[in-house]
């Protein structure tokens, strides 16, 4: 169907957001996190209701867990170029795991 004006039509979907689960730095960064975007072609993960983040830097060919937004201070990382996160060989002592959950999205 056609609307004639935009902002009156909407379209929906379902999605959903893939989860993991991050252990071992403690309580500022522990918990789960969020696939919220996408960068460099790999997943961006998100600490929700706090600012931890995990993505790819493609420059390094690492994964790194960063202490906040806008900040370059990297809590864990770990060298591979894997297209999805690697589940181990973290620094610092940090454990990751596929979460199993996901949440459905209406988009």
């Known amino acids: 169907p056609s609307c004639s004006l935009p902002s009156w039509c909407f379209g929906s979907s379902t999605e959903s ?15 789960q996190y969020t696939q919220t975007a996408f960068h460099d072609g790999r997943p961006r993960y998100e600490l929700l209701g706090k600012s931890s983040y995990i993505l790819f830097n493609k ?3 690492e994964w790194r867990l960063f202490e906040s937004l806008g900040t370059t201070t990297v809590i864990s990382s770990v060298a591979s170029s894997d297209v999805s996160i690697p589940l181990s060989g ?7 795991a ?3 959950s996901t949440t459905p999205l209406l988009l």
């Open 59 to 61: 420059a390094s060919s």
């Open 17 to 31: 957001a893939t989860h993991i689960s991050v252990s071992g730095l403690g309580q500022e960064h522990d918990g």
């Open 90 to 96: 973290w620094s610092n002592g940090a454990s990751i």
């Open 98 to 100: 596929l979460s199993g």
